[in-house]
């Protein structure tokens, strides 16, 4: 095979210039002429009927266009999976923050103003706010039983293995919300006209979703309907879907008012409306020898979905699929369910139901394996998945993977073994400062789960301009992780000319054809290969017309590109998804290849424990992982990075604080992040194993490194405290709490 | 609402806006000048999206009112550099992967160059401090260090706003 001259490349990001120079146009730097301003009237409770809205004294309300659920042509509905979620309250209200009242208007000031003056008059009902009230169906808010989706996934004869067990392991592991956090809040703008129909532009990710979405609620024909995306900044998962909402209330302004309007969320709107991560709460129960083989495992999996039922079932099936980690089990059950709670609907967010999983059963393994009296790394060891053998759905492994060698490496970049012996005689000598060491192992399948990619049935084109630029056509956005620089990347190689001839098309679905959206770590993968497939064919095009011979340079190929639209018109080549050989999926029994692909990692974190302040310092971090080939070694580190710290986030500091289903610490103040300061060095390494189906042998990146930071920090507190913790986030008060019992000579302030 | 004149000389240039006294010079820049590279991330002063220069001093424009910045230089991430005259740290974000959905971007590079006018020679910790009150979601951070780091080690930085790369 010949060397590869720009995949594998630390090419630079495609509009990385415009970033670095301030010149990148996001939403809310656009502005269109005689453009009105948006606001949103919010529920105050979280569950009732309204009764009435009253418009206040000392507004202008003829100044104002005002706009309800009664104002929506089509259906009220934010299309997604099932039908239950309303682009504005109509009667009732299911949670707090839930849109009733849009408004607009020239002066942003008095907009504000105006909000705060709509009064909206509710008969308030009891509501749930826990999977566990939830789960006591005390009182139903949702279907016949709080439940938007369960499963039971089953391999093997889970009750036979009890009985010839050796031991059985029980543990309950307990996951936050989250919040994505993205440095650009929601926003959008939207105008409209008879003629021309509407047009969105705005911050998200799947411009489909967003058209499909507004489609059905504006009742318009499909081609009266265009998305932009502009530029987006950050997502992970938090753009998916909540910009059908924040788009279709736009839309809605801009259709009553006849003019452009643009809403753009504060922060503390944002945080406190718009989705999270999923809370969780999970079960094991683990069948396992003397000798440390896994027998069997019975798991309880309980997602708190929110409100509405929107991404739950999905993100429920990943959890599913994910929970037995990257171990063989001869026997697994898992019985999962999604609740309905009247919190805002949580939704798509960086992992999307593996990292609650994982964390789960990574924290378990070093249970079961304390238990057992087995060094963690040596439990790991002695069940790993390998080539060959079949995942908890059945699917056999053919991927050439061997996760003891990953391990391996990752045990001797963190120097492991020698630290767990040191900080182990350390931590037994007095002082406030404990040491510990802890690993996480995790796989993490890329693409949509099942047939999901089947049904997405994706096309992706390449053209050239006039100019002869090839350029690449997808729905597949930009929004930091680098789909600009890797999908061109992937065609300046397939076309044989250089990167900085190849540019992507708008993100717009009047321009490009449906890719899918940009989630589930699909897109070097799945869309990479349509676009490889895609550049191969306008290749193939010019050299048959004559215009282009073998060996041609970038000039030629310009040259020949740009005589062939002249003559031609226009020179365009198409490629839709075909799964590859051997993936069938069985959904009703949820068996078979549940990925195409998956992605392997063995990551550790080394911490500081300060028994005096019970704060925990993140000292070194090592992230070891197989994602197929590495398309961009800059972008890929970013990738494993920026995850790392979002998923410190998740362990140690981000805290969503709920009342009565609203997040009250709904600002950066009081809901922390890491910051320079709190970030160890993350040390990132690659094994590639290319995979055959996906562009130039990627698999997904993006998603992966959310799921082992947590559970790895967590292993090493225990080993540096001697103590269990089996829920994140973990706060110094919450480990105070804990420790304190260790010395009850102190005095000691309940929390 | 009283309005009134107030003089800012803006990346070099000099820039009268009639606006109230309280106006944040956030707005000012973005609405009035249309110098839309600074970000509003928080509108608290927290993360340091809308860091900018206010006579040489890195401040959150975000907290800082007009009338606190009449008379006042300012320098943005537009006068950093721009194109084929990138400023050494916007061409080391670039090469380093410093920069991933560019939200954090501008502010994050008006501190970078802000440190290495204060400290030519940051060693990490320095440039974990100087980088303190600027919060990215996307990267981790790993990259922006680095394009610092490469940043010292590449060209000197002087100490006149507008600089090439």
Not at chain 1, 353 to 375: K, N
């Amino acid at each position: 095979m010949p060397e590869e001259r720009i995949v594998g490349q630390p090419m630079l990001r495609k509009e990385g210039v415009a970033k670095v120079c301030g010149r990148a146009q996001y939403i809310d730097d656009l502005t269109l002429p005689d453009m009105l301003h948006g606001a949103t009237v919010r529920s105050s409770i979280a569950r009732g009927r309204i009764l009435g809205i009253e418009f206040g004294e000392g507004v202008p309300w003829d100044e104002f266009v005002i706009v309800t659920a009664t104002d929506i042509p089509g259906e009220n509905e934010i299309a997604l999976i099932n039908h239950d979620w309303p682009c504005l309250a109509a009667e009732f209200v299911n949670h707090p923050e839930e849109p009733i009242v849009l408004l607009a208007h020239r002066d942003r000031h008095l907009l504000r103003k105006a909000v705060a003056a709509v009064r909206v008059r509710y008969e308030e009902w009891p509501a749930v706010f826990t999977i566990e009230e939830s789960e006591r169906g005390d009182p139903v808010v949702w279907g016949e039983d709080n439940v938007f989706k369960s499963f039971l996934m089953e391999k093997g004869d889970m009750d036979a293995v009890r009985a010839t067990a050796d031991l059985i392991v029980e543990g309950e592991y307990v996951t936050g919300a989250q919040e994505h956090l993205y440095i650009e809040n929601n926003g959008a703008i939207a105008a409209y006209s008879a003629e021309e129909g509407l047009t969105v532009w705005g911050s998200l990710q799947c411009p489909f979703y967003v058209h499909k979405s507004l489609v059905k609620m504006t009742g318009l024909a499909e081609e009266k309907v265009r998305i932009v995306q502009v530029e987006t900044g950050g997502a992970f998962g938090g753009k998916e879907d909540y910009p059908s909402m924040i788009d279709a209330h736009a839309a809605l302004l801009a259709m009553k008012s006849g003019k452009p309007v643009k809403i753009v969320y504060d922060r503390a709107e944002d945080m406190a409306a718009t989705t999270k991560r999923h809370p969780s709460r999970v079960r094991h129960r683990t069948a396992v020898t003397r000798d440390g083989k896994l027998l069997g495992a019975e798991v309880e999996i309980a997602l708190d979905g929110g409100a509405y039922s929107t991404l739950s079932s999905t993100v429920l099936s990943r959890a599913t699929i994910h929970a037995g980690g990257p171990y063989y089990w001869p026997n697994f059950r898992v019985r999962s369910k999604a609740y309905a709670t009247n919190c805002p609907p949580h939704g798509a967010f960086r992992g999307f139901g593996a990292p609650q999983s994982l964390f789960a059963i990574e924290r378990h393994m070093d249970h079961v394996a304390e238990a057992l009296g087995l060094a963690p790394d040596e439990l790991r060891r002695r069940n790993f998945l390998k080539t060959g053998l079949a995942t908890t759905t059945g699917q056999v492994i053919k991927e050439n993977i061997d996760l003891d060698a990953l391990m391996g490496r990752a045990l001797k970049e963190s120097d492991y073994h020698a630290k767990r012996e040191r900080f182990a005689r350390q931590n037994a000598s007095p002082g406030m400062k404990k040491k510990g060491i802890g690993l996480a192992a995790f796989l993490h399948g890329s693409g949509f789960t099942g047939s999901g990619e089947r049904y997405l049935n994706s096309l992706a084109a390449m053209d050239v301009t006039v100019e002869g630029t090839a350029r690449v056509l997808v729905s597949s956005t930009e929004f930091g992780q680098g789909t600009n620089t890797i999908l061109c990347q992937i065609a300046a190689e397939a076309l044989g000319i250089d990167y900085e001839a190849v540019e992507m098309g708008p993100p717009d679905t009047s321009v490009v054809p449906n890719t899918g959206p940009t989630v589930a770590s699909r897109t070097s993968m799945v869309v990479g290969k349509l676009v490889h497939s895609a550049a191969l064919g306008l290749k193939q095009t010019l050299l048959a017309s004559g215009l282009l011979q073998n060996g041609y340079k970038t000039g030629d190929f310009v040259t020949a590109a740009r005589t062939y639209v002249a003559q031609h018109g226009a020179l365009r080549a198409e490629s839709r998804y075909e799964a590859p050989p051997g993936v069938h999926w069985d959904d009703q029994q949820y068996r078979g290849e549940a990925y195409a692909a998956y992605a392997w990692a063995i990551y550790v974190a080394e911490v500081t424990v300060d028994l005096a302040t019970c704060g925990v310092e993140v000292d070194d971090f090592v992230a070891v992982q197989e994602v197929g080939k590495v398309l961009n070694p800059v972008l890929a580190r970013g990738q494993i990075e920026g995850g790392v710290a979002q998923g410190i986030g998740w362990a140690l500091y981000e805290k969503v604080v709920w009342n009565r289903g609203r997040m009250q610490n709904n600002q950066m103040t009081n809901y922390i992040i890491p910051t320079t300061q709190d970030i160890p060095p993350i040390r990132v390494f690659f094994e590639e194993l290319p995979f055959g189906h996906g562009a130039y042998g990627a698999k997904g990146i993006g998603e992966l490194p959310m799921d082992g930071p947590a559970p790895a920090i967590l292993n090493a507190i225990a080993h540096a405290t001697g103590k269990q913790f089996d829920s994140v986030p973990l706060l110094p008060e919450d480990i105070f709490r804990q420790i304190a019992v260790r010395e009850p000579e102190r005095e000691v302030v309940t929390l | 609402m009283t309005l009134r004149q107030y003089s800012l000389r803006v990346n070099g240039k000099l820039h009268q806006v009639e606006t109230h006294a309280m106006a944040r010079l956030l707005d000012v820049l973005r609405s009035d000048l249309r110098l839309t590279g600074t970000k509003e991330g928080c509108g608290e002063g927290e993360c340091g999206a809308c860091s900018v220069l206010l006579n040489g001093e890195l401040v959150n424009s975000c907290l800082v009112p007009v009338a606190q910045a009449d008379g006042a230089e300012i320098e943005t991430v537009e006068g950093l550099g721009a194109d084929e005259r990138l400023h050494v740290v916007q061409r080391a974000f670039l090469e380093c992967g410093g920069a991933q959905c560019g939200m954090c971007t501008p502010g994050m590079l008006v501190a970078s160059a802000h440190l290495l006018r204060k400290n030519p020679q940051p060693d990490l910790a320095a440039i974990r401090e100087g980088l303190n009150g600027n919060l990215c979601r996307c990267t981790g951070y790993m990259r922006i260090f680095e394009a610092v780091e490469r940043a010292v080690s590449g060209a000197p930085v002087s100490s006149a706003s507008g600089e090439g790369g």
